[in-house]
């Protein structure tokens, strides 16, 4: 029952995790899109910088954009936070319900960091808010207006925080930390800066008093980071069913290419919808190229160099090794506590159902340690060589 119970919470709070961040991610992308498609008229209203029209759903649109303000607040004006918040609130309850509360298997990794549940849950909260606090703090620094310098040392700290991570969780989580960590600075400046600051304009614009342009800077640089960030951690999130990303040895240098194709390609669209054409619009495309090919090059390489399997490899030796190591939980009838079920429903009670799932074998424990989960059962390099050598030769019986 707590199973099946464990399983339905995190499915639905993924649902609900994937519905905000389509709403968040969604509105602003077409807040950019709409900034960009903004023109200017002689026949403005007075204090107006700018007007879109445009169709959809049987109806028009039509947008005029107040650099400062209107010269009369609205009755109703529409707020744009509770995507955001939302996002967050729901993406910590899933990190909860997946990693906190199946720590053992999914968040320590014995081999990499032998400490305690409560221990690894405490270092998971407190790099959130660590991590929040240090970029507070660098956006509030006089580096402020050295945006790009800002962004570089932005860049390196988060690809820092993925190599920490590294060393104390399993693959899978550490990656998740990192996605999460950025997700809660873009979350943490709408709900802490943006929002905030925009209210007080609002507040001084009732009042009938000038607000101080300061406030449109501030939201500037971090919507900005946002804009830049948002692929990044898409790509962090959704890669934890791919273990060739996370279960890389060096997983963190997989983060910085990752952080550096999700800005290009969202540079490529800020440039193209500003209206910029030739060389401006030119360069990213490639070098993304260039950088993917670098990554899956890297994803296919093990530091230390393969090791290598002298005697031919047979199902039963195979076989002997998934038993030691996977069968607890990948098996019609588990002997794992954690699992009712064949996790995924992936079982290997017979050389036969193995042959079937060879590929895969493959991809969790050989070309990445994503299983056993956790590295519970304590798999060796040489065992995981031995299921490749098995793998790669046609998984021959004899
Ligand atoms: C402690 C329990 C446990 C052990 C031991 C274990 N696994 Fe898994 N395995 C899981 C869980 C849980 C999942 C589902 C992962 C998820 O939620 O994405 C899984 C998923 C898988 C999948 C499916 C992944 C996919 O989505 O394609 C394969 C293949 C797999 N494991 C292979 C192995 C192999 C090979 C071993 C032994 C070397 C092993 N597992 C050991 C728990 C375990």
């Given at each position: 029952?707590?199973?099946?119970?464990?399983?339905?919470?995190?499915?639905?709070?993924?649902?609900?995790?994937?519905?905000?961040?389509?709403?968040?991610?969604?509105?602003?992308f077409?807040?950019m899109w709409?900034?960009q498609?903004?023109?200017?008229?002689?026949?403005?209203?007075?204090?107006?910088?700018?007007?879109?029209?445009?169709?959809?759903?049987?109806?028009?649109?039509?947008?005029?954009?107040?650099?400062?303000?209107?010269?009369?607040?609205?009755?109703?004006?529409?707020?744009?936070?509770?995507?955001?918040?939302?996002?967050?609130?729901?993406?910590?309850?899933?990190?909860?319900?997946?990693?906190?509360?199946?720590?053992?298997?999914?968040?320590?990794?014995?081999?990499?960091?032998?400490?305690?549940?409560?221990?690894?849950?405490?270092?998971?909260?407190?790099?959130?808010?660590?991590?929040?606090?240090?970029?507070?703090?660098?956006?509030?620094?006089?580096?402020?207006?050295?945006?790009?310098?800002?962004?570089?040392?932005?860049?390196?700290?988060?690809?820092?925080?993925?190599?920490?991570?590294?060393?104390?969780?399993?693959?899978?989580?550490?990656?998740?930390?990192?996605?999460?960590?950025?997700?809660?600075?873009?979350?943490?400046?709408?709900?802490?800066?943006?929002?905030?600051?925009?209210?007080?304009?609002?507040?001084?614009?009732?009042?009938?008093?000038?607000?101080?342009?300061?406030?449109?800077?501030?939201?500037?640089?971090?919507?900005?980071?946002?804009n830049y960030?948002t692929l990044?951690?898409?790509?962090?999130?959704?890669?934890?069913?791919?273990?060739?990303?996370?279960?890389?040895?060096?997983?963190?240098?997989?983060?910085?290419?990752?952080?550096?194709?999700?800005?290009i390609i969202r540079d490529f669209f800020n440039s193209h919808n500003a209206?910029?054409?030739?060389?401006?619009i030119?360069?990213q495309?490639?070098?993304?190229?260039?950088?993917?090919?670098?990554?899956?090059?890297?994803?296919?390489?093990?530091?230390?160099?393969?090791?290598?399997?002298?005697?031919?490899?047979?199902?039963?030796?195979?076989?002997?090794?998934?038993?030691?190591?996977?069968?607890?939980?990948?098996?019609?009838?588990?002997?794992?506590?954690?699992?009712?079920?064949?996790?995924?429903?992936?079982?290997?009670?017979?050389?036969?159902?193995?042959?079937?799932?060879?590929?895969?074998?493959?991809?969790?424990?050989?070309?990445?340690?994503?299983?056993?989960?956790?590295?519970?059962?304590?798999?060796?390099?040489?065992?995981?060589?031995?299921?490749?050598?098995?793998?790669?030769?046609?998984?021959?019986?004899?």
């Amino acid at each position: 029952m707590e199973t099946l119970l464990h399983e339905w919470l995190s499915l639905l709070f993924r649902w609900l995790h994937v519905i905000t961040g389509i709403a968040w991610i969604g509105s602003s992308f077409y807040f950019m899109w709409l900034d960009q498609s903004l023109r200017k008229h002689a026949n403005l209203p007075a204090g107006a910088h700018g007007e879109s029209w445009s169709v959809h759903g049987g109806g028009f649109y039509h947008v005029q954009k107040y650099l400062v303000a209107p010269e009369r607040m609205p009755e109703e004006l529409h707020w744009f936070k509770w995507e955001s918040y939302m996002t967050w609130v729901s993406g910590f309850s899933l990190m909860a319900i997946v990693y906190y509360w199946g720590a053992e298997s999914y968040l320590i990794d014995r081999s990499v960091m032998d400490i305690s549940a409560g221990t690894a849950i405490l270092i998971s909260i407190g790099s959130l808010v660590l991590g929040w606090v240090f970029y507070d703090l660098l956006c509030r620094s006089p580096l402020r207006d050295h945006s790009t310098v800002l962004f570089v040392i932005l860049f390196a700290a988060i690809v820092a925080s993925a190599y920490g991570f590294s060393l104390v969780f399993s693959g899978r989580a550490a990656f998740v930390h990192v996605g999460a960590m950025v997700a809660t600075m873009m979350s943490g400046n709408v709900f802490m800066v943006i929002i905030p600051n925009q209210k007080k304009v609002v507040a001084v614009l009732k009042a009938g008093g000038e607000p101080d342009p300061v406030y449109g800077k501030i939201a500037k640089l971090r919507s900005s980071h946002n804009n830049y960030l948002t692929l990044p951690v898409l790509f962090m999130m959704i890669s934890n069913h791919y273990p060739m990303t996370f279960g890389h040895d060096w997983n963190w240098l997989i983060v910085a290419f990752v952080l550096a194709i999700g800005a290009i390609i969202r540079d490529f669209f800020n440039s193209h919808n500003a209206g910029m054409t030739g060389p401006a619009i030119q360069w990213q495309w490639p070098v993304v190229a260039v950088l993917m090919a670098g990554l899956v090059t890297l994803s296919a390489w093990k530091p230390g160099g393969e090791i290598q399997v002298d005697d031919d490899v047979y199902s039963s030796d195979a076989f002997a090794i998934v038993q030691t190591h996977c069968a607890a939980c990948h098996s019609a009838t588990p002997t794992s506590e954690d699992f009712d079920e064949a996790p995924g429903g992936v079982m290997f009670d017979t050389t036969d159902m193995m042959k079937r799932s060879g590929a895969r074998i493959m991809a969790q424990a050989v070309l990445s340690e994503a299983m056993p989960l956790g590295n519970m059962t304590g798999m060796t390099d040489d065992e995981r060589a031995q299921l490749g050598a098995w793998i790669r030769a046609g998984m021959p019986d004899e």
